[in-house]
């Protein structure tokens, strides 16, 4: 292999990058705009230069490699990212999915509304599943600058037809005859208590999509559980990303309004989705 890969690979290590070699495939690729095949092919690399000056910022500061290349895969599509969206993290694939389920065989047209849309990566990707539906999803968050990446994606990825963006605090700019199938939404769950025990790479990301005021880290679950039924149509759905262990309070927070609870798991055996029906 190319010597590059072996002085990037070795930057990261020594900064103690757990995926250093995935990261160093990532930067090298990125930056030097080829393919793997190309590289081996002509056992070049271009920019080397800039290469290893992301490789030294990866090191040095541990910003997220996603955001020193501005950009991150979500469901087999790239997004523009940066500091001030969420990365898009593979569990959320497991939330599209199973919204996708709820409602794929509808055949009226279908409403959705996504709080806390970010870099529009949950509502872009379920809008390319359900490509072929009458669909419309209305796309929200409380953050301007997040709602510029999300607009920057949605026309990337050609579903301006499919996508309105609105900024909204939850539900506050949405009007009472806006009725909907579906309400997705990963919203913040990290109580903010938790703050200086966690990685280093989460501070580079939004402090507004990552912290809650309360000490589980429910009370997002909870304004958007209580607000929902008045924006769900008859038999409609609220499905939620969850954090570790919340789920047995969302269930009581479903009890009164909602029934048909499920729950899924992720790879690590983790309750990481729940949605239920209005009752
Ligand atoms: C965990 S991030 C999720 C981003 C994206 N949906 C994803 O799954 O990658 C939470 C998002 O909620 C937004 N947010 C936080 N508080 C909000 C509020 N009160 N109203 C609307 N959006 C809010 C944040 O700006 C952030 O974009």
């Given at each position: 292999?190319?010597?590059?890969?072996?002085?990037?690979?070795?930057?990261?290590?020594?900064?103690?990058?757990?995926?250093?070699?995935?990261?160093?495939?990532?930067?090298?690729?990125?930056?030097?705009?080829?393919?793997?095949?190309?590289?081996?092919?002509?056992?070049?690399?271009?920019?080397?230069?800039?290469?290893?000056?992301?490789?030294?910022?990866?090191?040095?500061?541990?910003?997220?490699?996603?955001?020193?290349?501005?950009?991150?895969?979500?469901m087999g599509d790239r997004y523009i990212v940066n500091e001030n969206v969420l990365i898009p993290r593979d569990e959320t694939e497991i939330l599209v999915n199973c919204a996708y389920n709820l409602i794929k065989d509808k055949n009226e047209k279908i409403d959705i509304l996504d709080i806390g849309t970010g870099s529009g990566c949950i509502s872009c990707a379920?809008?390319?599943?359900?490509?072929?539906?009458?669909?419309?999803?209305?796309?929200?968050?409380?953050?301007?600058?997040?709602?510029?990446?999300?607009?920057?994606?949605?026309?990337?990825?050609?579903?301006?037809?499919?996508?309105?963006?609105?900024?909204?605090?939850?539900?506050?700019?949405?009007?009472?005859?806006?009725?909907?199938?579906?309400?997705?939404?990963?919203?913040?769950?990290?109580?903010?208590?938790?703050?200086?025990?966690?990685?280093?790479?989460?501070?580079?990301?939004?402090?507004?999509?990552?912290?809650?005021?309360?000490?589980?880290?429910?009370?997002?679950?909870?304004?958007?559980?209580?607000?929902?039924?008045?924006?769900?149509?008859?038999?409609?759905?609220?499905?939620?990303?969850?954090?570790?262990?919340?789920?047995?309070?969302?269930?009581?927070?479903?009890?009164?309004?909602?029934?048909?609870?499920?729950?899924?798991?992720?790879?690590?055996?983790?309750?990481?989705?729940?949605?239920?029906?209005?009752?």
């Open positions: 292999m190319n010597e590059i890969f072996k002085k990037v690979e070795k930057i990261l290590q020594e900064a103690k990058i757990e995926e250093y070699k995935k990261e160093a495939k990532l930067i090298i690729l990125e930056t030097s705009k080829q393919t793997i095949e190309e590289i081996i092919i002509t056992s070049k690399v271009n920019n080397e230069e800039e290469i290893l000056k992301k490789a030294s910022l990866r090191a040095e500061t541990k910003k997220p490699v996603q955001y020193i290349l501005g950009c991150q895969d979500f379920l809008a390319k599943k359900l490509i072929n539906k009458n669909i419309e999803i209305l796309a929200v968050d409380k953050s301007i600058e997040a709602l510029e990446v999300a607009i920057e994606n949605i026309s990337k990825l050609d579903l301006i037809r499919k996508i309105i963006i609105r900024k909204s605090d939850l539900f506050s700019k949405i009007r009472d005859f806006e009725k909907f199938n579906l309400i997705i939404s990963n919203p913040p769950y990290i109580p903010k208590s938790q703050k200086n025990n966690l990685q280093k790479e989460l501070e580079f990301e939004p402090y507004d999509a990552l912290f809650t005021d309360d000490e589980e880290g429910v009370e997002f679950y909870q304004k958007i559980i209580n607000q929902a039924p008045a924006y769900l149509k008859k038999g409609g759905y609220l499905a939620f990303e969850v954090g570790i262990n919340q789920y047995k309070s969302i269930i009581s927070m479903f009890e009164e309004g909602f029934q048909d609870i499920e729950i899924i798991k992720d790879l690590a055996g983790i309750e990481r989705v729940i949605c239920a029906k209005l009752k």
